[in-house]
Nanobody, 120 residues
Framework: VQLQASGGGLVQPGGSLSLGCAAS????????MAWYRQAPGKQRELVATITSGAMTNYVNSVKGRFTISRDNAKNTVYLQMNSLKSEDTAVYYC???????????????WGQGTLVTVSS
């Protein structure tokens, strides 16, 4: 099982960016999917989560600006980021709780991280 993140890059303050993360491999089911971020010199923080039933939750600092969504048919989670601020600059990681069909075990899997830089 692996997660492949895409998107990221450089954007000006106030701009928008979209991230995607596709899971592949021996997947039976995917439960909660999430985006985390880690800014330079800071701990990794949870940004947003979405359950298999599409219930979402956000850290306060991104509420109203970021939207998490998922396409269950494609095993993919997205993060639409609007009104970006300099403090959103970080490496963004996707995470998913996946039931592996090889051993019938639930485990968390992480994407490789994608850099988002908000700067003029």
């Amino acid at each position: 099982v692996q997660l492949q993140a895409s998107g990221g890059g450089l954007v000006q303050p106030g701009g928008s960016l979209s991230l995607g993360c596709a899971a592949s491999g021996t997947i039976s089911r995917i439960n909660t999917m999430a985006w985390y971020r880690q800014a330079p010199g800071k701990q990794r923080e949870l940004v947003a989560t979405i359950t298999s039933g599409a219930m979402t939750n956000y850290v306060n600092s991104v509420k109203g600006r970021f939207t998490i969504s998922r396409d269950n048919a494609k095993n993919t989670v997205y993060l639409q980021m609007n009104s970006l601020k300099s403090e959103d600059t970080a490496v963004y990681y996707c995470e998913a709780d996946i039931l592996d069909s090889r051993n019938d075990l639930w485990n968390p899997y992480w994407g490789q991280g994608t850099l988002v830089t908000v700067s003029s």
